[in-house]
Every structure is written in structure tokens, then in C-alpha cells.
């Protein structure tokens, strides 16, 4: 615009002063008295809590540990990730559509439940592993479910998504004109792998490695349900937090963050250095159909067993919702089936409210996300003001953050009062939770935002304006219409990753807004697997639900 | 009093001057183009017209009324853009009932208004389609059936068939000219292509760098260019710095034309259909020995490529069912270039 009143000037200066006070005070802030703290011994500044850290084996063990949980994560799920991008996106089989849409299920599926239902199938009385048992009739248990083994197990389930996705996606661009003219120019098979696939999809390989390291350094849940004696970094700073060494847990804190944050920043600097999409007018790959009838049924099998043991935790857990704890004890395979769990929740106040909590929590969490990614993705995406860089990096930082990093620097932040907080104590009140959940959601949130204004051209609004619309009438009528599907899509992804929210629930949750993935924990703890189990599927059916309403709404933003 | 008129206008982006100096009245009806190479300005003050962006000074009228300050809603200038920004959740009908919406038509007159202008455009039966699922030339007819249903008082039209395959640009061409003779509205077009700006316009501007150098009918800027600039982009020239002095223009030592007229200047203009193929036996002026040097077959009409000692000129010949010219390409032919087709440029 041109032209613009002083008044709306002024306006929207103290709405930027508005946002940047909030990004700062809930996401910067917190970070840095976080490091501030890991500084402090006895109230003077000190490095002596990093010395210490550094000099001792005890706490040098955790930080190798969760490097070498990292580096393997990448590798399996590398591993298993671009087999399956491959698997579905460059051969042509049926249902393959179907193994698509399921490959990207662990994506929705609480953590927390997702690692409960792999105890269920996998673990010393699992019922994989008591099958194989009874099959073979053996005496002890095939193998150990439990450690590095048992955490990888779960990794390979969980994050060989991003490899799945950037894969695929760089499979797509593939342009096929590349490959006919290198056959052309008489490259054999190999050749055209190694000197026309691979490099393609290079890109994609490594931001993939760097994520997966990254969300693998920072996994906190299947490390503290079944890490046992293999113990990583975010488990030893809920250790040191519930010990109550702060000071410790910051210095924890800070350095998982660091490596995190490097990481994050190499990733970023590789993402606009690195070209991913090719030649626009190029031609897409072409599946490659095989006729031998063998190698058809291997891959039909291949498909089978995939849909299989992906469906397979989701199985678990909705029979296992059905059958009566005390039964599950006795008899190791449920014989009995009630809906007594489920009546259980919806009747008994004291059972339904962790389940209330999180839906309450989810929907602050993503009211709040809304509020503040629709003016930052506005001014990232649509304007020019100087401050827009900081404003990008604010919200993007928690990329870089480990779930358990977030809640120790909100604790850290709030257990005193400041101007950020009106001058009240956060810690211990119920607010800090939903917090929490949206400063871990909100650089997606932003994402997802940003997206809808891209969409929005400029010509879309003169449009309007020349046939006639005010400016009211073309925001009611054009501009919310059309960012509106990117909104509700953000606003639900973040409600679906906090419902079930797990790792930052443990760091600060309160008994007053107790959530329902404590619950499921709690559920388990006290042999009451069948309620666990059917809080656990109340879970995955409302953020099943909620995905399905997600794609709905993303195919209307990429019209 | 024209329909549009453009007094003394400037605008600039920055420091930098997208267009200064800007005086055009455009008649009742007329259909006048801008035309110019991209980043010239002509959009630039398309959407001064509209109302997008407002001048630094100068003013605009639209008939009696001063509009320069006059926000964009209001104005009654229908506008058909480059990539058409049809509104993607609407239907076609939706799109184009849009500006009547917002003008409170009562529902009959908004059918009956939808109802004649898609007839108008030709897509009838795609009422309920949505925009998506229509081809480039289809989506075309929205956007220029949108724009015409709120019966604006200007028709703007910004490169819209920049984005149609050839075949396609050449019948929306002769189209888009027709209704506008038949709705009679004064249409304003911006192009690049000098065959469009040829073909549809009752005058067109040219523009370079932000000025308007040259307005006039097709004809008149064709025939008579103003300068160099004009000749080279509106049609195809052999344009040539000369030493122009006592009705000569020395192209090189060796090669000389001679001229109608005695004006002075720095350029000559020939247009390669006014150079032809003759004899030695001719004894008018301006024959030359010339050597073919490539020949270039194009369907209607041919093309050579010949070299008069150092100096090389382009010669377009109608590919006539007389045509037996069976020239190839070495061979020494003669040229004759007519002495009144030769155009004296300043700059």
C-alpha cells in the first residue's frame, strides 16, 4: 500500500511490539535463563557446573549415549525409510496407495502410546513375544525388549517418517527425461542410480539425517519407559529436576540444545544452499511395473507384512482396551472381552477429567498457536518490516529444542515472577502446560500459516477491490476464505500433537490439570493396562479423526 | 474530452522512476494499447488506472471526474489480469456474480446479468464448474466475463493472453476484439507483443523506460515510426546507422543508398518485405549485386539473408503460387530497394 494513514501505522507497530514482547518472553527468554542458570552455582557466576559435567564419567556416559541413540536412529531409519520411499514410489503394486497413506500413521499416533503398545506386542509378556515362545516352545523369552535395542525398535517405528516423506518427495522430482537421456547416452542400471537418482535425492537424504538426529537426541519417551539402565540425556534431566538440581538440568539443557541448535542451523543453511526440485517442466518418474510373477508375490507379501506391522500397535492397543486388567494377568492372551474400560472414563468423573484436561490444554495450546502464527506468518510472508528476520528465527528456534530442553526453560523462566508473566508465578498452575505444548507446536503451526499467505496473491485482492469490494468486504469475502483451510489445518495439527503430548506433561504437569498421557503411564503403572489401553485408543480415534480433517483441509489449501 | 485521460503523471518505485510524463487521452469506445517491452512502465500505469497504486503528481480523469485520489473500489474499472486471479473456492458463476454481490443486484438481475455474460464469453454449460478444472483460454473467459458483468466504464486488460498457447492467443484475439466492438467499451490493453498491439487496437502507445514515445493508429506507427526504438520493436527492419548527408546514406565505404528526401539523421529503416530481388538490367536506383547468404522457409513467406559487400540485409518474400524465384543459397543475385519505403530516423 501507499499510502497509509498514521493511525494504522502506529497500530500496527504496537502489534509487532506486542508479538515480539510474547515470542520473547515465552521463547527466548526462557532459553536464556536457562543458560543463565547452568551459570550460577550458589548465586555467583560459575563454569563450574560444565566442568563438573565434562570431568565426570557419569555424566559424560548419557551425553554418548544419546549420540550413539542419534547416529543409529539416522542410520535404521535411513535405512528404513528410503527402502520403503523407494518400495512405494518407484514400483507399481496394489494397495499401494493405501501402504502410503498408512506409512505416515506414527505421525499422528502419541508417542507414549505408540511405546505402551510395542510393551504390549514386544516386551517380556508381549504378545508377539509370548506367541513366539508357545510357537517354538521355548523355555525363556527370544530377546530382550528393553535398552538401546528397545529404544532403536521404537525410533524405527516412529521418526523413519521424515526420511519417508523427503524421499518420496524427491523421488517425485525425479525427472524422468534425466533418466531416458542417461539410457540414452548408455548408462547401465547402476550407472543411473549413482549418477542420476542418487545425487537427486541427496538433499533430501541428508535434511533428513539432520532431523531424525536431531528428534532422535532429543526422544525422551521411549528412552524413560523402556531405556532402563541405558540412560541418555533427557532422561537425566528430568533426573536432575526432580532431584531438584536445577542447576544441573540447565547445564543439561543447554548443552543438548547446543548440538540441537548447530545442527538445526547446518540444516538450515543446507536447505537454501540445496536445490530440491528440478526442472519445472520436466517429466515425472514412471512406476516401474514388474512382470515376474515371483517377484510380484514378494512384493505383494512385502506390502502385506508392511500394513501389517504398522497396523499392528493400533490393533493392540484397541483389543487390549476391551479386556478386563485383572483377566490380562493370569491368561496371556485376553479370553474375555467388556466395554467396562470405556464406561469406566465416561462415568467416572475422577477417570474422564486427564482426558478432559488435555482437550482443554489442546485447544489453549492451539488458540494461542492461531493467535500468534497468524500476524507472525503474515509479516514473515506478506511484508517487508526490518524486524521480520527475528521474528522468523523466534518462531523457528523451538524447531531446535528438545521437548524436555522447552520445559526446563519454561520452569526456569516462570518459577519467579517477571514482566512477561504480569509478575505472578507460572510454575505449578495449569497454564504452564498448555504453554509448553504450544511453544512446541508453533514453528509447525507457523509453518502450516505461512503456506495460506503464500497462497494468497496480491492479485487476488485487487481483483476484488476493482470489482468493487471495500476492503472489509474483501477481507470477509476473499482473503479469510482463503487462508482460512491453512488456519484450521494448523490449529488442528497442533491440537493433535499436544492431545497426547507426553514428555513435556512429565516436566510440568500439576494434579490439577493431570493429562490423559500421564494417565495412560499411571494406567500401566498400576496394572491397569485395560484403562490405560482405552485411553489410549480414545487418543489415536480423535487424532485419526482430527488427521483425516487435516488432509481434508490441506488438499483445499494446495488447490 | 477522452474517456481516460492521463495529465502530467509520475510515478515512481523508490528512487527509481517506473514511468514520468505520462499525457494520453483515450477516446469514448477506443480500443488503445500500451505497448512496450517489460519493466517500460505501461502496467504501471494500467494500475495507476485502476487505482492499485496512486501517482507521485499529475492527475487521472475518468470522463469529467478527477479520479487520481479516488480509491480503487470505486472507480468502475473492470480489470482482467495477467494470470486472471480468479477466486479458487468460487465456481465460474460464483466468480463472475462476485462484483455484482457487492453492488446488492437482486438475485434475478444477478442471474440474468451471470446468464448473459457467460453466453457472452462462450461457456455456457460451465457455470458450476470449478476454477480449477478449467484450461488457461477457459479460465480467460471468467476473468473477462467477471470483469465485463459489473459493466464498468473502462475494460482494463493486463497481458491476458500472455498465458495461452499460440493457436489459442490467435483466436482469443480476434474474440476478445469483437465483443469489445460489439459492447462498444472503451478498452485500455497492455502487451508485449507488437502483433496483438497491431492486430486489436484502434491507436496504441509505445512506450520505453517509463515514456511514452510514440502514440498513434497501427498503420501510422508502423509506417512512420519515430525512432529507432519504434522501428526495430513494431514489426521487423533492417535498421542501420548511416552517414545520412545530401539525400545519401552511407552505410559503409562501400555501400551507399540513395534517398527520397533530403532530411538529415543517424538512422535508416528498410522493411525486409520493401527490399526484392531484380536484375542486373535494372536501371532504377538502389540496385545491388548481392550474394544469398541463408534462406529461410517459414510457410507463407520466405526469408533471405544477403550480403551487399559488407553489409548484410534481410529480404521477406510473400510465398506466392507464382513464386519461382528457385534461389539458392551463393548464388549472386541482385536487390532493389525503393527509394520511399527508405525511413530517415533521428535516433
Known amino acids: 500500500?501507499?499510502?497509509?494513514?498514521?493511525?494504522?501505522?502506529?497500530?500496527?507497530?504496537?502489534?509487532?511490539?506486542?508479538?515480539?514482547?510474547?515470542?520473547?518472553?515465552?521463547?527466548?527468554?526462557?532459553?536464556?535463563?536457562?543458560?543463565?542458570?547452568?551459570?550460577?552455582?550458589?548465586?555467583?557466576?560459575?563454569?563450574?557446573?560444565?566442568?563438573?559435567?565434562?570431568?565426570?564419567?557419569?555424566?559424560?556416559?548419557?551425553?554418548?549415549?544419546?549420540?550413539?541413540?542419534?547416529?543409529?536412529?539416522?542410520?535404521?531409519?535411513?535405512?528404513?525409510?528410503?527402502?520403503?520411499?523407494?518400495?512405494?514410489?518407484?514400483?507399481?503394486f496394489p494397495g499401494k496407495n493405501i501402504v502410503d497413506k498408512l506409512l505416515l500413521m506414527p505421525l499422528i499416533l502419541p508417542g507414549i502410546v505408540i511405546v505402551f503398545?510395542?510393551?504390549?506386542?514386544?516386551?517380556?509378556?508381549?504378545?508377539?513375544?509370548?506367541?513366539?515362545?508357545?510357537?517354538?516352545?521355548?523355555?525363556?523369552?527370544?530377546?530382550?525388549?528393553?535398552?538401546?535395542?528397545?529404544?532403536?525398535?521404537?525410533?524405527?517405528?516412529?521418526?523413519?517418517?521424515?526420511?519417508?516423506?523427503?524421499?518420496?518427495?524427491?523421488?517425485?522430482?525425479?525427472?524422468?527425461?534425466?533418466?531416458?537421456?542417461?539410457?540414452?547416452?548408455?548408462?547401465?542400471k547402476t550407472k543411473i542410480f549413482t549418477s542420476v537418482i542418487l545425487p537427486f535425492i541427496t538433499?533430501?537424504?541428508?535434511?533428513?539425517?539432520?532431523?531424525?538426529?536431531?528428534?532422535?537426541?532429543?526422544?525422551?519417551?521411549?528412552?524413560?519407559?523402556?531405556?532402563?539402565?541405558?540412560?541418555?540425556?533427557?532422561?537425566?534431566?528430568?533426573?536432575?529436576?526432580?532431584?531438584?538440581?536445577m542447576e544441573v538440568a540447565a547445564t543439561q539443557v543447554v548443552i543438548l540444545t547446543g548440538i540441537s541448535l548447530f545442527l538445526f542451523s547446518v540444516f538450515r543453511l543446507y536447505e537454501k544452499k540445496a536445490v530440491f526440485t528440478s526442472s519445472v517442466k520436466g517429466v515425472s518418474i514412471q512406476v516401474v511395473t514388474i512382470k515376474n510373477p515371483l517377484i510380484r508375490f514378494l512384493m505383494l507379501s512385502t506390502a502385506g507384512i508392511l500394513i501389517v506391522t504398522i497396523l499392528l500397535p493400533v490393533f493392540a492397543i484397541i483389543l487390549l482396551s476391551f479386556v478386563e486388567s485383572e483377566t490380562l494377568m493370569m491368561n496371556i492372551f485376553p479370553q474375555e472381552f467388556t466395554c467396562e474400560n470405556y464406561l469406566d472414563i465416561f462415568t467416572s468423573a475422577r477417570k474422564f477429567a486427564p482426558f478432559l484436561n488435555s482437550i482443554v490444554m489442546a485447544l489453549l495450546a492451539s488458540l494461542l498457536g492461531l493467535v500468534i502464527a497468524i500476524p507472525s506468518s503474515y509479516l514473515i510472508v506478506k511484508t517487508q518490516i526490518k524486524l521480520k528476520w527475528l521474528i522468523e528465527i523466534l518462531v523457528m528456534l523451538p524447531w531446535a529444542m528438545p521437548a524436555s530442553a522447552i520445559a526446563i526453560n519454561i520452569i526456569n523462566a516462570y518459577n519467579t515472577p517477571n514482566i512477561f508473566s504480569?509478575?505472578?508465578?507460572?510454575?505449578?498452575?495449569?497454564?504452564?502446560?498448555?504453554?509448553?505444548?504450544?511453544?512446541?507446536?508453533?514453528?509447525?503451526?507457523?509453518?502450516?500459516?505461512?503456506i495460506s499467505f503464500q497462497n494468497l496473491n496480491e492479485t487476488y485482492i485487487e481483483a476484488s477491490k476493482s470489482l468493487g469490494a471495500s476492503r472489509f468486504q474483501t477481507f470477509t469475502r476473499i482473503v479469510l476464505p482463503m487462508i482460512s483451510p491453512g488456519l484450521v489445518a494448523g490449529f488442528l495439527l497442533v491440537f493433535v500433537r499436544s492431545i497426547g503430548e507426553y514428555t513435556l506433561s512429565v516436566f510440568l504437569y500439576t494434579p490439577s490439570n493431570k493429562p490423559v498421557s500421564i494417565a495412560v503411564v499411571n494406567g500401566i503403572f498400576e496394572y491397569n493396562i485395560g484403562l490405560a489401553m482405552a485411553y489410549g485408543a480414545l487418543l489415536i480415534l480423535v487424532t485419526s479423526a482430527l488427521s483425516f480433517l487435516i488432509s481434508k483441509f490441506s488438499t483445499a489449501l494446495s488447490r | 474530452m477522452g474517456a481516460v485521460v492521463l495529465r502530467d503523471i509520475e510515478k515512481l518505485y523508490g528512487d527509481t522512476i517506473a514511468c514520468t510524463d505520462i499525457n494520453l487521452s483515450i477516446n469514448e469506445?477506443?480500443?488503445?494499447?500500451?505497448?512496450?517491452p517489460s519493466g517500460c512502465g505501461k502496467t504501471t500505469i494500467l494500475r495507476l488506472i485502476a487505482g492499485f497504486v496512486q501517482p507521485k503528481k499529475g492527475t487521472i480523469h475518468l470522463g469529467r471526474r478527477d479520479i487520481t485520489n479516488l480509491e480503487a473500489e470505486k472507480r468502475q474499472v473492470g480489470m482482467v489480469f495477467q494470470n486472471y486471479a480468479l477466486f479458487p473456492f468460487m465456481t465460474v458463476a460464483g466468480n463472475i456474480e462476485y462484483g455484482l454481490k457487492i453492488q446488492k443486484k437482486s438475485k434475478k438481475e444477478r442471474a440474468e446479468r451471470v446468464e448473459k455474460y457467460t453466453e457472452m464469453v462462450g461457456l455456457i454449460g460451465f457455470e458450476h464448474r470449478n476454477i480449477s478444472e478449467l484450461s488457461g483460454g477457459e479460465q480467460q473467459r471468467v476473468a473477462l466475463a467477471r470483469s465485463l458483468a459489473i459493466e464498468p466504464k473502462v475494460l482494463l486488460l493486463d497481458e491476458p493472453l500472455s498465458n495461452l498457447d499460440a493457436r489459442l492467443r490467435d483466436r482469443m484475439r480476434s474474440e476478445l476484439k469483437s465483443l469489445q466492438k460489439k459492447l462498444g467499451i472503451t478498452t485500455i490493453f497492455v502487451t508485449?507483443?507488437?502483433?496483438?498491439?497491431?492486430?486489436?487496437?484502434?491507436?496504441?502507445?509505445?512506450?520505453?523506460?517509463?515514456?511514452?514515445?510514440?502514440?498513434?493508429?497501427?498503420?501510422?506507427?508502423?509506417?512512420?515510426?519515430?525512432?529507432?526504438?519504434?522501428?526495430?520493436?513494431?514489426?521487423?527492419?533492417?535498421?542501420?546507422?548511416?552517414?545520412?548527408?545530401?539525400?545519401?546514406?552511407?552505410l559503409s565505404d562501400m555501400v551507399a543508398i540513395s534517398l527520397e528526401t533530403q532530411a538529415s539523421g543517424r538512422f535508416i529503416s528498410i522493411?525486409?518485405?520493401?527490399?526484392?530481388?531484380?536484375?542486373?538490367?535494372?536501371?532504377?536506383?538502389?540496385?545491388?549485386?548481392?550474394?544469398?547468404?541463408?534462406?529461410?522457409?517459414?510457410?507463407?513467406?520466405?526469408?533471405?539473408?544477403?550480403?551487399?559487400?559488407?553489409?548484410?540485409?534481410?529480404?521477406?518474400?510473400?510465398?506466392?503460387?507464382?513464386?519461382?524465384?528457385?534461389?539458392?543459397?551463393?548464388?549472386?543475385?541482385?536487390?532493389?530497394?525503393?527509394?520511399?519505403?527508405?525511413?530517415?530516423?533521428?535516433?
Open chain 1, 1 to 92: 500500500m501507499d499510502i497509509m494513514p498514521n493511525h494504522k501505522k502506529l497500530f500496527g507497530t504496537l502489534g509487532v511490539v506486542l508479538l515480539l514482547w510474547f515470542l520473547v518472553g515465552y521463547i527466548l527468554y526462557p532459553a536464556l535463563k536457562t543458560v543463565e542458570v547452568s551459570l550460577t552455582d550458589h548465586g555467583t557466576i560459575s563454569l563450574i557446573h560444565y566442568s563438573r559435567f565434562f570431568t565426570s564419567d557419569a555424566s559424560i556416559a548419557p551425553l554418548t549415549n544419546s549420540i550413539v541413540l542419534g547416529l543409529l536412529t539416522v542410520i535404521v531409519c535411513g535405512l528404513i525409510g528410503t527402502a520403503l520411499a523407494f518400495f512405494v514410489h518407484y514400483f507399481d
Open chain 1, 117 to 188: 503398545a510395542f510393551v504390549q506386542l514386544y516386551g517380556e509378556s508381549g504378545l508377539v513375544t509370548k506367541s513366539i515362545e508357545w510357537l517354538f516352545g521355548l523355555e525363556s523369552k527370544p530377546y530382550s525388549f528393553s535398552g538401546l535395542k528397545g529404544i532403536l525398535f521404537v525410533h524405527a517405528y516412529t521418526q523413519y517418517v521424515y526420511f519417508y516423506i523427503s524421499v518420496s518427495i524427491a523421488i517425485r522430482h525425479i525427472d524422468y527425461s534425466v533418466i531416458e537421456s542417461a539410457r540414452n547416452l548408455g548408462a547401465a
Open chain 1, 203 to 245: 538433499p533430501a537424504l541428508i535434511s533428513s539425517a539432520i532431523i531424525t538426529f536431531i528428534s532422535g537426541i532429543g526422544s525422551f519417551t521411549a528412552p524413560s519407559i523402556i531405556g532402563g539402565g541405558y540412560r541418555v540425556l533427557t532422561t537425566q534431566i528430568l533426573l536432575s529436576k526432580a532431584n531438584n538440581y
Open chain 1, 422 to 450: 504480569f509478575n505472578s508465578v507460572l510454575v505449578g498452575t495449569f497454564i504452564l502446560l498448555p504453554l509448553g505444548y504450544f511453544v512446541r507446536s508453533i514453528p509447525l503451526m507457523v509453518k502450516t500459516t505461512s
Open chain 2, 29 to 36: 469506445g477506443e480500443f488503445f494499447t500500451f505497448l512496450g
Open chain 2, 192 to 250: 508485449h507483443d507488437q502483433t496483438e498491439a497491431l492486430t486489436m487496437s484502434d491507436r496504441v502507445a509505445v512506450f520505453e523506460k517509463g515514456r511514452c514515445i510514440q502514440v498513434g493508429s497501427p498503420e501510422e506507427i508502423y509506417a512512420h515510426p519515430i525512432n529507432s526504438f519504434v522501428a526495430r520493436f513494431i514489426g521487423d527492419t533492417n535498421l542501420f546507422a548511416a552517414d545520412i548527408k545530401n539525400g545519401t546514406a552511407s
Open chain 2, 271 to 347: 522493411r525486409p518485405q520493401d527490399i526484392v530481388f531484380s536484375t542486373a538490367q535494372d536501371d532504377r536506383p538502389n540496385v545491388f549485386p548481392a550474394k544469398v547468404d541463408t534462406i529461410q522457409f517459414d510457410g507463407s513467406s520466405v526469408e533471405y539473408s544477403v550480403k551487399v559487400h559488407d553489409i548484410s540485409f534481410r529480404l521477406t518474400i510473400l510465398n506466392t503460387s507464382t513464386l519461382c524465384h528457385n534461389i539458392t543459397v551463393g548464388e549472386d543475385v541482385h536487390i532493389a530497394i525503393a527509394e520511399k519505403s527508405i525511413k530517415v530516423l533521428d535516433s
